[in-house]
Nanobody
Framework: QVQLVESGGRLVQAGGSLKLSCAAS????????VGWFRQAPGKEREFVAA????????TYGDSVKGRFTISRDNAKNTGSLQMNNLKPEDTAVYYC??????????????????WGQGTQVTVSS
């Protein structure tokens, strides 16, 4: 089973940028769809973005379209989430996850089988 570790979360001002990374263990990273979710206090876990096995297709949640970019490097077993024009409402713990199924649209947490521990992103106004 793949192990995931997120990094890059910190405090940033509104309008700023941040790049999150997801490091995966194991040799089968390229066989997984990679997704990012976020969860703010008192709220449900929200889909942010997903990328297919080879990195050619991406899909985003409506609240981040045009501001966030998901990518992956299978040679390095890493996934990334570039976040631009951050807003206070982007404040949350961000999680990366892997699963097997690709489709265009919004994912549910149940679509992914392995999760990282999360990294905190705080956007100040």
């Amino acid at each position: 089973q793949v192990q995931l570790v997120e990094s890059g979360g910190r405090l940033v001002q509104a309008g700023g940028s941040l790049k999150l990374s997801c490091a995966a263990s194991g040799r089968t990273f390229s066989s997984y769809v990679v997704g990012w979710f976020r969860q703010a206090p008192g709220k449900e876990r929200e889909f942010v973005a997903a990328i297919d096995w080879g990195g050619s297709r991406t899909t985003y949640g409506d609240s981040v379209k045009g501001r966030f970019t998901i990518s992956r490097d299978n040679a390095k077993n890493t996934g990334s989430l570039q976040m631009n024009n951050l807003k206070p409402e982007d404040t949350a713990v961000y999680y990366c996850a892997v699963g097997y199924t690709w489709y265009s649209g919004s994912y549910s947490p149940g679509d992914f089988r392995s999760w990282g521990q999360g990294t905190q992103v705080t956007v100040s106004s």
